[in-house]
């Protein structure tokens, strides 16, 4: 520890963070809330059905604030007493019950507003979202309706607190003076009843640590910087980097808990810098102790997800508005807590610039290479030209947060639903080979385009596949803008909305579009089984003469039934994307421009537009198992290709050639992001020599226009060893495009896939 | 077979564009094989035959053709097209019949499995130059380029000089991997357009050298001194196979014999391994893998140490 440079240097508990992260594990998990803290999660949700039934005809903003005040000011409370965060409040899920329902790692049913509207308003949109996802044409959220990737504007909430907020509410309505309208006036009620809530609700936790640390004297020194930090935030500017930690775990919390889902904790090394430095100078804290207090910190998205569901995001690097490199030693600082944290919660990103540091490259190669896949790395250029290209200004786009995985959105000025559908961009071959009709149940899905087996020319073909394409577009959009604006009435949220602009200013809350940006999000799923079927059916049938259309056809609707030669020349003698093969590469990219430019010519339901994305998350697995036999030799059932990239096993151009093709594509054309999947062995990065050509690897792929990565470095004998012996690898991590996870939690059919994708790679 | 004679065309400074070579293999993002990212191009044929071969297709000047049965479906596409009748089907079984195929390549063509597979390709100055043009901007991010391995790549010399001299006129950084088994002449000739050598000394013990390898080792060893002195960078590289060439004795020569010559820049350890098995069956080649162990980190690690005496920078296998 190093020693104080005058003023208290705060003395800390003997114990450590490793001693600790076990039982603060267990206790996350099952919190002994105490019945003298408060009521019920029962009592409370026949508190809040009472409220309604009572104010049946408030505005629905002013219910949702009232019921989280409610449940805020009467709800049990609890505080682990070795932890140095606190936030446990007993709410039951009242408000996601009321508005949209669980997120993914709950089990309660859908929400009653939003169940109520796909019933109603929204059932023709519902009822065609459903069909489509049932068939592997589109998924997504409910109804199309994305209540779930947002970030508040971090910097400006740490900057102001919520009495700040409160102070601009009342500025903002005094200024309307009479004009102002019956919304905006509960939108500001709602905002007043909400942040008055939140600082309740921390001052009641801050009694809680006082009380606590009477009991608890070992652990009087964090209960005790809760409480004092607790008295503080979030009602105003942190004093100390632990209370800007605290401040945004709570932030977090309670934004969740009025029912959005926070994606992006924001900008790590820039928001929080000030904070850490000025400790620092003041000999407030030394560096092992802030070390400490991350992994504390970040182990509270540990606990909340155990490396099995969807991460939350925390971002490096990149720039400021104004164009300066975000890079300091707290960057590094939390890199090495990460690294001795070791699990895949939370996410981080990298955002890298064409001159970022050599040690930036360096250390995160390194802990990728060590097993650490958590990361994506982004190339701020094209990330930050792609939104400019959609109307942001350059400084506000070089503010974006990737939003989840690689999505990103403006800090505190935009509400980008990134993923309102995705879209499989494979299916519509399907589609076209079979007149509009599911290959496996015959339902019809797209226009009738005519009998395939009759098409004479190559041209044929390619427009009826646009033409179900495009249809499948212009359904999602219209029926996400149907939903959109019904997003008032299933889920207002007042307690974000004043996190961003210009949500205050208008007094709009974001369900209502009161955001500065506000965008959807289409996402592309499946570009290489998109690309490499046109291109098999342009070459085979077209060009060479080996097959015919009707040949094609029914060997596809067949699933390769007694063509097993056809499939193998399909698959292993056509050229594929992803392996720098003109040809191909150029249908890909016409498949990607269709895609993105019809995506940007559509407008949002709330007034903003739509942006392209290209990647696949889980719908790789999930649209390929609902998807039949593809003319790339693609048999029905199988995964389609991850992310951006090629196919399983069929990038035998190697990883230069993989990048090669891959970067062809326009990336300022893909403003909701996108990302490339490269699986290398690790003898190809160990060493020194290893090291520098991983990087060398990195830099290459940001020079060329790639626009975000992600590595696995693993072996297939490690993986197989892994399936038999699942017990002595519950700590080994995989990347599956997007989610790093633990590779005993994938099924088995996942971790096949994997292990054929690895051993590819060796 | 040497590289054929058919109407050469010249590049604008006198590159055979158009001389043809036999390439077996192209391995992208090669990291271990000289100075950064590269492309390893394979050439084929050996004057070596080493027991401990891991490129077992590399020795035959020739084409050769993998046949993994494993992978075959049975269609039968190869019998047909087969003008020989070495693809052919004799009790209910599919059998290829290696001593009557005339190496027409008509069933590689037409086996849409993998089980059938070409190996070394008749490729153009010009068409090698275009595969390892494509990965130019990872070569100049990490200060890599192109290798010629083998089989000896200067075996065939006159397609090995004119590739490499390609590479140089374009500023692409070479390296040429060497058994040393050649005449001088043949070493002198791409001296000008190779940026590296990686020298293989696979055993000091001239007769032993003989015994696993076919050949002495006097020649080699001469190369490699005259190679020294011209100032050409060389990476020593040594295959470490317990018991055959790792004793004491042996090692402690090549560390005297290193420690007298100019400009190596180090001694590369690489570890043995069994893993080439398949491609012997798969060529219906006699696998001659020594059957030992590869060699242990603790054992490697002493064999640096002792190289290291002698002042030689080593580098061990990178552990992954
Ligand atoms: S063509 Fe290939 S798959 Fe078909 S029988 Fe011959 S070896 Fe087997």
């Given at each position: 520890?190093?020693?104080?440079?005058?003023?208290?240097?705060?003395?800390?508990?003997?114990?450590?963070?490793?001693?600790?992260?076990?039982?603060?594990?267990?206790?996350?998990?099952?919190?002994?809330?105490?019945?003298?803290?408060?009521?019920?999660?029962?009592?409370?949700?026949?508190?809040?059905?009472?409220?309604?039934?009572?104010?049946?005809?408030?505005?629905?903003?002013?219910?949702?604030?009232?019921?989280?005040?409610?449940?805020?000011?009467?709800?049990?409370?609890?505080?682990?007493?070795?932890?140095?965060?606190?936030?446990?409040?007993?709410?039951?899920?009242?408000?996601?019950?009321?508005?949209?329902?669980?997120?993914?790692?709950?089990?309660?049913?859908?929400?009653?507003?939003?169940?109520?509207?796909?019933?109603?308003?929204?059932?023709?949109?519902?009822?065609?979202?459903?069909?489509?996802?049932?068939?592997?044409?589109?998924?997504?959220?409910?109804?199309?309706?994305?209540?779930?990737?947002?970030?508040?504007?971090?910097?400006?909430?740490?900057?102001?607190?919520?009495?700040?907020?409160?102070?601009?509410?009342?500025?903002?309505?005094?200024?309307?003076?009479?004009?102002?309208?019956?919304?905006?006036?509960?939108?500001?009620?709602?905002?007043?009843?909400?942040?008055?809530?939140?600082?309740?609700?921390?001052?009641?936790?801050?009694?809680?640590?006082?009380?606590?640390?009477?009991?608890?004297?070992?652990?009087?020194?964090?209960?005790?910087?809760?409480?004092?930090?607790?008295?503080?935030?979030?009602?105003?500017?942190?004093?100390?980097?632990?209370?800007?930690?605290?401040?945004?775990?709570?932030?977090?919390?309670?934004?969740?808990?009025?029912?959005?889902?926070?994606?992006?904790?924001?900008?790590?090394?820039?928001?929080?810098?000030?904070?850490?430095?000025?400790?620092?100078?003041?000999?407030?804290?030394?560096?092992?102790?802030?070390?400490?207090?991350?992994?504390?910190?970040?182990?509270?998205?540990?606990?909340?997800?155990?490396?099995?569901?969807?991460?939350?995001?925390?971002?490096?690097?990149?720039?400021?508005?104004?164009?300066?490199?975000?890079?300091?030693?707290?960057?590094?600082?939390?890199?090495?807590?990460?690294?001795?944290?070791?699990?895949?919660?939370?996410?981080?990103?990298?955002?890298?610039?064409?001159?970022?540091?050599?040690?930036?490259?360096?250390?995160?190669?390194?802990?990728?290479?060590?097993?650490?896949?958590?990361?994506?790395?982004?190339?701020?250029?094209?990330?930050?030209?792609?939104?400019?290209?959609?109307?942001?200004?350059?400084?506000?786009?070089?503010?974006?947060?990737?939003?989840?995985?690689?999505?990103?959105?403006?800090?505190?000025?935009?509400?980008?639903?990134?993923?309102?559908?995705?879209?499989?961009?494979?299916?519509?071959?399907?589609?076209?080979?079979?007149?509009?009709?599911?290959?496996?149940?015959?339902?019809?899905?797209?226009?009738?385009?005519?009998?395939?087996?009759?098409?004479?020319?190559?041209?044929?073909?390619?427009?009826?596949?646009?033409?179900?394409?495009?249809?499948?577009?212009?359904?999602?959009?219209?029926?996400?803008?149907?939903?959109?604006?019904?997003?008032?009435?299933?889920?207002?949220?007042?307690?974000?909305?004043?996190?961003?602009?210009?949500?205050?200013?208008?007094?709009?809350?974001?369900?209502?579009?009161?955001?500065?940006?506000?965008?959807?999000?289409?996402?592309?799923?499946?570009?290489?089984?998109?690309?490499?079927?046109?291109?098999?059916?342009?070459?085979?049938?077209?060009?060479?003469?080996?097959?015919?259309?009707?040949?094609?056809?029914?060997?596809?609707?067949?699933?390769?039934?007694?063509?097993?030669?056809?499939?193998?020349?399909?698959?292993?003698?056509?050229?594929?994307?992803?392996?720098?093969?003109?040809?191909?590469?150029e249908v890909a990219k016409g498949v990607a421009d269709h895609f993105c430019s019809t995506v940007h010519s559509f407008t949002n339901g709330r007034g903003g537009g739509c942006q392209a994305a290209l990647f696949t998350l889980v719908a790789a697995m999930s649209f390929g198992a609902l998807s039949g036999a593809t003319p790339d030799g693609r048999k029905a059932g199988e995964s389609l290709a991850p992310g951006v990239g090629a196919s399983y096993g069929l990038d035998t151009g190697g990883v230069t050639g993989l990048i090669n093709s891959v970067t062809k594509l326009d990336f300022t054309e893909t403003p909701n992001g996108s990302v490339l999947d490269v699986s290398l062995h690790p003898t190809a990065v160990a060493g020194e020599d290893g090291l520098h050509a991983f990087v060398s690897l990195i830099k290459t792929f940001f020079a060329q226009g790639g626009y975000a990565i992600q590595f696995n470095v693993l072996d297939a004998d490690t993986l197989r060893d892994a399936q038999r012996h699942p017990e002595q690898y519950a700590s080994l991590q995989v990347r599956v495009t997007g989610w790093s996870v633990y590779f005993t939690t994938l099924t088995r059919k996942e971790q096949d896939l994997y292990i054929a994708r690895i051993a590819h790679a060796g | 077979m040497p590289a054929s004679r058919s109407p050469v065309t010249e590049s604008a400074t006198g590159i055979a564009v158009n001389l043809k070579g036999r390439v077996f293999d192209f391995k992208r993002f090669a990291v271990h094989d000289g100075p950064g990212i590269r492309t390893t191009v394979f050439l084929k044929g050996c004057p070596l035959s080493c027991a401990w071969c891991h490129n077992p297709e590399a020795i035959a000047r020739g084409s050769q053709i993998f046949y993994r049965p494993e992978r075959c479906i049975e269609c039968l596409a190869c019998v047909d097209a087969c003008p020989t009748g070495a693809q052919a089907v004799i009790d209910d079984k599919r059998i290829f019949a290696r001593g009557i195929c005339d190496l027409s390549g008509d069933c590689v063509d037409v086996c849409n499995s993998g089980a059938l597979e070409m190996s070394g390709r008749s490729m153009s100055v010009e068409e090698v130059m275009d595969a390892v043009r494509q990965d130019n901007s990872f070569y100049g991010q990490s200060g890599g380029g192109v290798t010629l391995s083998g089989g000896e790549p200067l075996l065939q010399a006159e397609f090995a000089t004119a590739l490499l001299r390609a590479c140089h006129e374009e500023g692409i950084h070479t390296c040429v991997d060497t058994c040393g088994q050649l005449q001088w002449s043949t070493l002198e000739a791409v001296l000008p357009f190779t940026s590296m050598f990686l020298y293989d000394l696979k055993d000091t013990a001239s007769e032993n050298h003989r015994t696993n390898t076919g050949v002495l080792n006097e020649r080699i060893i001469g190369n490699l001194k005259r190679l020294s002195e011209t100032g050409v960078p060389i990476e020593v590289r040594m295959v470490i196979i317990p018991g055959v060439n790792d004793s004491d004795q042996q090692i402690e020569d090549a560390g005297r014999l290193l420690a007298d010559l100019d400009n190596i820049t180090g001694v590369r350890l690489l570890a043995y391994h069994r893993m080439a098995g398949s491609k012997y069956d798969a060529l219906d080649m006699e696998n001659t893998l020594p059957d030992v162990e590869p060699p242990g980190e603790v054992r490697l690690i002493a064999i640096g140490k002792q190289l290291e005496t002698r002042g030689l920078t080593v580098y061990l296998p990178d552990r992954a």
């Open positions: 520890m190093i020693a104080s440079t005058g003023s208290a240097v705060r003395e800390r508990t003997r114990d450590t963070f490793d001693d600790n992260r076990d039982a603060i594990f267990r206790r996350f998990k099952n919190v002994p809330y105490s019945p003298d803290t408060g009521v019920s999660a029962d009592e409370l949700q026949g508190m809040a059905d009472a409220y309604l039934l009572e104010h049946a005809d408030q505005p629905r903003i002013l219910q949702k604030a009232s019921i989280f005040r409610l449940v805020l000011t009467r709800g049990r409370i609890d505080i682990d007493p070795l932890d140095w965060f606190a936030e446990k409040i007993d709410h039951g899920d009242v408000l996601r019950k009321l508005t949209h329902g669980a997120r993914g790692d709950q089990d309660f049913g859908p929400g009653l507003w939003l169940e109520e509207a796909a019933a109603g308003a929204l059932k023709r949109g519902t009822d065609w979202f459903d069909q489509a996802r049932d068939h592997g044409v589109t998924t997504g959220p409910r109804s199309g309706l994305d209540l779930g990737h947002i970030s508040p504007g971090w910097d400006k909430l740490l900057a102001r607190g919520l009495t700040g907020l409160l102070d601009d509410t009342a500025q903002a309505r005094a200024s309307l003076g009479d004009d102002i309208t019956e919304d905006q006036a509960a939108f500001y009620n709602a905002l007043e009843i909400v942040y008055g809530a939140a600082i309740d609700f921390a001052s009641r936790l801050s009694v809680l640590a006082e009380k606590t640390a009477e009991v608890y004297a070992d652990h009087a020194v964090n209960l005790l910087e809760i409480g004092s930090a607790l008295s503080n935030v979030p009602a105003n500017r942190p004093r100390t980097f632990h209370e800007a930690l605290q401040f945004m775990w709570i932030m977090h919390e309670l934004i969740e808990m009025e029912g959005e889902n926070v994606r992006s904790m924001g900008q790590f090394d820039r928001t929080l810098y000030p904070f850490y430095r000025a400790d620092i100078e003041a000999g407030r804290i030394t560096e092992d102790h802030a070390r400490e207090l991350i992994k504390y910190f970040w182990h509270k998205w540990y606990c909340g997800t155990e490396g099995a569901a969807n991460g939350k995001n925390f971002v490096f690097g990149g720039q400021a508005a104004n164009g300066s490199e975000n890079v300091n030693e707290l960057t590094y600082l939390a890199l090495d807590a990460y690294e001795e944290l070791d699990t895949p919660d939370p996410k981080l990103s990298v955002r890298y610039l064409p001159d970022s540091p050599d040690r930036l490259y360096r250390r995160v190669a390194d802990l990728i290479r060590k097993g650490h896949n958590s990361f994506v790395l982004m190339n701020d250029p094209p990330a930050v030209e792609a939104l400019v290209k959609r109307g942001k200004t350059p400084e506000d786009a070089r503010m974006y947060l990737p939003i989840g995985c690689y999505e990103p959105a403006v800090e505190g000025k935009e509400v980008a639903c990134t993923m309102n559908v995705t879209v499989s961009l494979a299916k519509p071959i399907e589609l076209a080979l079979n007149d509009g009709l599911d290959a496996r149940t015959g339902a019809r899905l797209g226009p009738a385009t005519g009998d395939a087996a009759g098409f004479t020319s190559y041209d044929e073909f390619h427009a009826a596949y646009i033409t179900q394409l495009d249809y499948v577009l212009n359904n999602s959009h219209d029926n996400i803008a149907q939903a959109e604006r019904e997003w008032p009435r299933i889920n207002p949220a007042p307690f974000i909305s004043g996190a961003i602009d210009d949500c205050i200013a208008s007094g709009t809350d974001i369900s209502a579009g009161g955001a500065h940006y506000n965008s959807v999000g289409f996402v592309g799923a499946g570009l290489a089984n998109a690309a490499d079927s046109l291109y098999a059916i342009k070459k085979t049938v077209f060009d060479e003469g080996r097959f015919t259309m009707a040949e094609i056809v029914e060997a596809t609707r067949g699933d390769f039934a007694g063509r097993e030669d056809m499939r193998l020349y399909l698959r292993n003698r056509v050229p594929k994307w992803g392996n720098h093969a003109a040809g191909v590469d | -």
